[in-house]
Antibody
């Protein structure tokens, strides 16, 4: 059974940093790109960033470019999201998603429950 | 960037009704279109990819069609468990943009 499980969310002050993790199981992690999608409670879905299966290629939304960094450790089946210079508008539930496709042509077949990030003073 | 729109933004229908949701891209995206269902309090679930290919395990009452800029998701006979918000998503390149969603009620 495919599972992705996020952790690391919490309350952080504006300008602060947070690191999210996503552990994966039930599929060959190193064969798949992975993605972070966020959702403000009660609102729609916003793609944040994706990373290729090897980690060689990354894709970022303009809203987080230069502030967020994605990485992965295929030996640990784990995806990471380093979030710096956080803003109030980054407040959302962050979902990790197993990703289908290649070269940025991505859609998402399994989603984690998400971890809530609140940016507030 | 390519923008995605959906219509209607919400609808209410009866059990057994045929329901159609429309998704429109601001530019040609070929068939690089996915549909997701998000039930209240749950995570999104992939229903359809490549505009018309049903994801494994998804009931056959769901179908997708279209190419280029205009796409539809059809529920042939609405069931109570289909109450959800439905999102389209284009994936012909970064950014993989989602539509704003269509909320379906009974």
């Amino acid at each position: 059974e495919v599972q992705v499980l996020e952790s690391g969310g919490g309350l952080v002050q504006p300008g602060g940093s947070l690191r999210l993790s996503c552990g994966a199981s039930g599929f060959t992690f190193s064969d798949h790109a992975m993605t972070w999608v966020r959702q403000v409670p009660g609102k729609g879905l916003e793609w944040v960033l994706s990373i290729s299966s090897s980690g060689a290629r990354t894709y970022y939304a303009d809203s987080v470019k230069g502030r967020f960094t994605v990485s992965r450790d295929n030996s640990k089946n784990t995806l990471y999201l380093q979030m710096n210079s956080l803003r109030a508008e980054d407040t959302a539930v962050y979902h990790c998603a197993k990703t289908m496709g290649n070269y940025g042509l991505y859609y998402f077949d399994y989603w984690g429950q998400g971890t809530l990030v609140i940016v507030s003073s | 960037d390519i923008q995605m729109t959906q219509s209607p933004s919400s609808l209410s229908a009866s059990v057994g009704d045929r329901v159609t949701i429309t998704c429109r891209a601001s530019q040609d995206i070929s068939n690089y279109l996915a549909w997701y269902q998000q039930k209240p309090g749950k995570v999104p679930k992939l229903l359809i990819y490549s505009a018309s290919t049903l994801q494994s395990g998804v009931p056959s009452r769901f179908s997708g069609s279209g190419s280029g800029t205009d796409f539809t998701l059809t529920i042939s006979s609405l069931q109570p468990e289909d109450v959800a918000t439905y999102y389209c998503q284009k994936y012909n390149g970064a950014p993989p943009t989602f539509g704003p969603g269509t909320k379906v009620d009974i």
